[in-house]
């Protein structure tokens, strides 16, 4: 019998916008015996310069912005905890990079092979639009998503639809209190928000064999996109940067 899901966990997303662009920002859960992740940096893919944090066991990653503004964050999982079934033919975190890197990454995804891909789902910023895009390992499910309202997910693979509801609770109740977060602040919310549940919290530690690794965020503007990476594990921080390169085709949040 295959066993439920046990590999890398993408676990919480926030997105926040704000007047001249909008915040990602991204808590990574990981078995402590994986390789740590590679901070933040430059890449060109398919003649595309993009930004991001590399997954140092599997070469792909969970969050990136390119040249062109697109930006976009993984999330394992669609709607429900499925159950494995390796070999897979691809790592999600390479079929993130394929579709980020692409000129039309929302296209991209609808047009892109995910026979023997692992569930997944990807929120996506590109052509002004907000869309979230879920892979169940047998249909593709996508919709836009209101780009002016904050928003928060949690990997289908970690958590009951009880948990699911609860966060988003703490998200709405943050939100009254940080109705401009900065951030800073949005980091203190993906930091310690929580009721004492380290198996739930968003900053999780489940038996000390799968952690909240890291935090990454993204803030996006008109002109460039900065990322701070959180290094939870080796306690350390870093930055990078990208320009966009066709401002003129970038519109306002």
Partial sequence: MKKLINRKK???LTY???KEGFFFTSNRDEKITRKQAIAPSAYKQNGISLIYPKDAAAGGTWIATAENGNTAVLLNGAFKKHIAMPPYRKSRGIIFTEIIASAEPYLHFLQINLDNIEPFTLVLFCNNNL????WDGQVKHHKII???QPQIWSSSTLYQDEVINKREQWFAEWLKINNQPSQTDILQFHLFTGDGDVQN???VNRNNTLLTVSITGIEW???KAEIKYYDLIRKEQSTACISFSKTEELHGI
């Fill in 10 to 12: 993408l676990c919480t």
């Fill in 16 to 18: 926040i916008p704000f």
């Fill in 131 to 134: 869309y979230e895009c879920r």
């Fill in 146 to 148: 209101d780009k002016q």
């Fill in 201 to 203: 919290d968003l900053l």
């Fill in 221 to 223: 503007n008109k002109n």
